[in-house]
């Protein structure tokens, strides 16, 4: 492991900047304060279900000659993907920008970023598949082997963690493990902590999770329906009246944190109960 030494503290750069020699003097190492300096070499271990997806390490084959652009001539792609893909390219002044969403709108078509679905890619684009599997390689939302076509993520960072993420990623795998075409496993962080333990079905966001719904759970995952309706985080309410969505209006008001909004004359009123003041004191 090869530690930056920098000669120069901020200051004594400045100095340079400005014309004045450099100082004399021994180089000056800048290292934390730890009792054994063989530590800083050791490797961080992950956890078997985290973030780092397999294969991540798994070395190039220097034996294959390097891919250049696809031949448009040569490598048919699916009208509507091609579209897609043009239309994200547009979105943005380098058009290498659109790179992920063209290889997400590939996944989807074809279950995975298969090597067909990059050259696919790599053709409209106009970039190497080269270029394109290390955007997948980095990416651990685009899957770089065969995976099952229902995506559940179980975040296991530290709010989710704490309220039994584990033990629901634990319960799911064991409900659903055994089914090929459900790709489940821990995600570093999903980003909604205020509804922590929860999980990404499909991208739909459902928490806090119990115990005594994780087989309800289970079923409506295997079978494709709603994932658990009076939890998904896009039918909470929030402060904002006008930022509700109608998909709140036929939501279950059975908890007292989903009702109906107001979001014009045809829609029913805001039938949310008005909080009631207390006695003055």
Known sequence: MSIRRDPLDPYDRQLVREGQPSPAGPRRSYLPDVPDESLLGQEVRRFEHGSRVPGFRDATDLTKDPSGVPDPAQVPVPAELRAEIEDYMSRYPDHRSAAIPALAAAQRLHGWCSPEAIE?????????????????????????????????????????????????????????????????????????????????????????????????????????????????????????????????????????????????????????PAQTEGPSA
């Open 120 to 272: 696919q890619v790599a053709c409209v684009m106009r970039l190497t598949p080269g270029y394109l599997t290390a955007v997948v390689g980095f990416y651990d939302m685009l899957e770089a082997t065969p995976v099952g076509r229902k995506t559940v993520y179980v975040c296991t960072n530290i709010s989710c963690s704490l309220r039994g993420g584990d033990e629901l990623l634990a319960s799911l795998k064991g409900e659903l493990g055994d089914d090929p075409d459900v790709n489940i496993r821990g995600f570093e962080c999903l980003g909604a902590c205020d509804i922590a333990p929860m999980a990404s079905i499909d991208g739909t966001y459902v928490g806090p999770v119990a115990a005594d719904e994780i087989p309800v759970l289970a079923d409506q995952i295997r079978t494709g329906s709603d994932p658990l309706p009076a939890k998904q985080l896009v039918r909470r309410r929030v402060a904002d009246a006008a930022a509700n969505s109608d998909d709140v209006v036929r939501a279950s008001t059975d908890t007292g944190t989903l009702g109906p909004v107001a979001l014009g004359p045809d829609r029913p009123q805001d039938t949310v």
